[in-house]
């Protein structure tokens, strides 16, 4: 995982309307939280309201969001802007959703499965890597994004993110056949 206090990698990739959204073009946010997500995983699928409405409640109160898709589109052609574009739509995504053909700002941020979720402090370092909550397709519990909420709230209220964080769980990113990152092997 990304060690705590890493600067944010800087990153600049279209949205669904082809334009570039950059690092940069959220400068004096009081945080920014970058998600990676998709349109085909079943544990995105099973987020994917919550993560809009997150976005909703949090993005008046100065949380910069933005969702970027990494995965390999040959041969996951539902992940691709298009289709991007036609889920931020239908789900009512208020951040810009990106896409990141060469799969290197996934890499940079050491992402490993979609939802994998990066929160970083006015000065851009990493105070929360982690899940969303407890809930997974099928077991029954409610998607409340409580932990994600909590390093959220934490933030904005100035005081510490605590370092007891879950890693995310989700499906693998669906890596291009030979880019596999090397730290995808350790997992």
Not at 71 to 87: F, I, R, S, T
Request: with cysteine.
């Amino acid at each position: 995982m990304l060690p705590l206090g890493t600067t944010a990698p800087d990153f600049k990739l279209p949205d669904t309307n082809g334009n570039l959204v950059s690092l940069s073009d959220f400068t004096g946010k009081p945080a920014l939280l970058v998600m990676f997500i998709c349109n085909h995983c079943p544990y995105v699928k099973h987020l994917r309201d919550a993560l809009a409405q997150l976005a909703r409640e949090y993005q008046p109160r100065g949380i910069a969001v933005v969702g970027i898709s990494s995965n390999d589109v040959e041969n996951y052609p539902e992940d691709g802007p298009v289709k991007m574009a036609e889920e931020a739509k239908a789900i009512g995504y208020t951040f810009p959703y990106l896409y990141d053909a060469s799969q290197a700002i996934a890499k940079a941020y050491r992402a490993a499965c979609t939802p994998d979720f990066f929160l970083f402090g006015p000065d851009r370092r990493l105070v929360y890597r982690g899940q969303f909550d407890d809930s997974r397709p099928g077991n029954g519990l409610p998607v409340t994004g409580k932990d994600l909420r909590a390093a959220l709230d934490s933030l904005l209220a100035s005081r510490s993110v605590s370092a007891d964080q879950k890693p995310s769980l989700g499906c693998n990113i669906k890596w291009k056949p030979g880019n596999e990152p090397e730290y995808f092997s350790q997992l």
